[in-house]
């Protein structure tokens, strides 16, 4: 019985010295929450948004608020592209690369736009896509 119970003692000893072999989860350096060709501004432009009152204006969009956490204002930049209005479809807007250096965060926006023989719909378009920066560095946008 003394065995059983210095065994058990030693066991739980060994336990509470134990350390914890989970790893946290990294939040990718960028996410797209939304990239569409149609539902943008009818001019092209591109905004970061840094201030709380900004990035709340985003929660109240039907495409983003199940996107942004009330986390988010405190961790997160997110930046608006805008291509402007287009006469036809084929049309895209969205990010190209983004490296982070020791001050800022530099995106580099990509456009596509449809080769002169592609077949697309004659009907107006608004590309537009918002990011979400999992950084509050100032950002840099190309």
Sequence with gaps: MKKISLLFLILILF????????T???KPLFEVLVQ???GGASIQFFEILTEADEIKML???DKLKNKIKTDDI?????IILNMGEKLTGGFEIGVENVIET???????VKEKSPGPNAIV???ISNPYCVVRINSKKEIIIK
């Design 24 to 26: 946290s989860v990294n």
């Design 36 to 38: 569409q060709s149609n």
């Design 74 to 78: 405190q961790t997160s930049n997110f």
């Design 121 to 123: 719909s004659q009907v």
């Design 15 to 22: 336990s509470c010295g134990a350390t914890s072999t989970k």
């Design 59 to 61: 929660q109240n969009d």
């Design 102 to 108: 020791d001050k800022n965060i530099i995106v580099t």
